[in-house]
């Protein structure tokens, strides 16, 4: 874990953080057990998956299950979402109870279920509703408050309002996805934009977008001056990128150690059924399926249960193709 005695690397507000790495906040895949074992490996920030508003001030278990944290996690945001300034600071306030280090408010969600309703990016083109959202949150609750965005809209490209808005109203920081809601995650990230951004406000800035090597890491820290890069589906092949090894150069030994503490700990999170088959996802990516036989692949996609899957593995690991990997 981080080194207390070293100099943080920037401050949300009077929370030091140690580090210049972050794992992105993604639905369905930033859960405990994922972003413990990322924390683990050097990831400064653990963010929640994003959460509902209106689900959190519901009789949901869903947002008690997606804001569960352990204490070495540290320091730990919870991200929600929503359209409404005033749900928002009563969602807010409930999640404060958690006692996370730090709320972060999602307005980079491109998703049409979420974006068209004016929730994640659809929130971008309704700067005063921004602006009303930040001066609740900041005023009413305890812990920093931070946002992520992205460029924008196509037709209304308006990060750098959005960004002034965040710090003006008294957010602590700004993460920025180069990219526009259109775009989604296809094409290349903008990374003028995350530049333009830390240009531009005084509070720290997290770049996002196309990081997918530890060579990434050092251009889009060079082009833009971010204070953090934040780094997403390129971590979920490759949580190593934390400790700065790109995939090719973590070993098979290693590969193998962090499945087994990363099923255990999807086991221990959602019990044996649901953390054997929550991780299967995960276990398609650690186990790189392209260098996988037909047969392999199928058999790695079979629900089972964790000891087999175990058992499996090595089998795999075993095999010719991949002692040469």
């Known amino acids: 874990m981080t080194n207390q005695s070293q100099t943080p690397n920037f401050y949300i507000r009077d929370l030091p953080i140690y580090g210049d790495l972050v794992l992105a906040p993604m639905d369905g895949y930033s859960d405990w057990p994922f972003r413990s074992i990322c924390r683990e490996l050097g990831s400064a920030l653990s963010y929640t998956e994003f959460i509902k508003a209106e689900i959190i001030l519901s009789k949901s278990k869903q947002p008690a299950k997606r804001a569960f944290f352990k204490e070495e996690e540290r320091p730990l945001a919870i991200q929600i979402y929503g359209e409404d300034p005033e749900l928002l600071l009563q969602a807010a306030l409930k999640m404060q109870e958690f006692n996370p280090d730090v709320i972060d408010l999602n307005m980079g969600c491109p998703a049409k279920t979420i974006a068209d309703r004016g929730a994640g990016v659809g929130m971008m083109p309704s700067p005063l509703r921004i602006a009303r959202a930040f001066r609740k949150l900041v005023k009413h609750l305890r812990v920093p408050v931070t946002g992520k965005i992205r460029i924008g809209w196509e037709k209304n490209k308006n990060y750098k309002l959005i960004a002034r808005i965040i710090e003006e109203e008294g957010g602590s920081l700004v993460a920025i996805h180069g990219r526009t809601k259109e775009q989604r995650y296809a094409g290349h990230a903008d990374w003028d934009v995350i530049a333009d951004v830390k240009s531009l406000v005084k509070i720290p800035v997290i770049g996002s977008g196309d990081v997918k090597t530890v060579a990434d890491i050092e251009r889009m820290k060079a082009h833009t001056n971010a204070d953090a890069v934040m780094i997403g589906r390129g971590a979920i092949s490759n949580p190593w990128i934390f400790s700065r090894l790109d995939r090719e150069q973590v070993p098979p030994e290693l590969v193998k150690e962090t499945i087994r503490k990363h ?63």
Not at 263 to 270: C, D, G, I, P
């Open 263 to 325: 099923l255990a700990r999807s086991v221990e999170f959602y019990g044996d059924e649901d953390g054997s088959r929550l991780f299967r996802k995960n276990a398609v990516q650690y186990v790189m399926m392209n260098h996988l036989t037909r047969d392999e692949r199928k058999e790695i996609l079979k629900a089972r249960p964790s000891a087999e899957f175990l058992e499996l593995l090595e089998r795999i690991y075993d095999s010719p193709m991949m002692t040469e990997l």
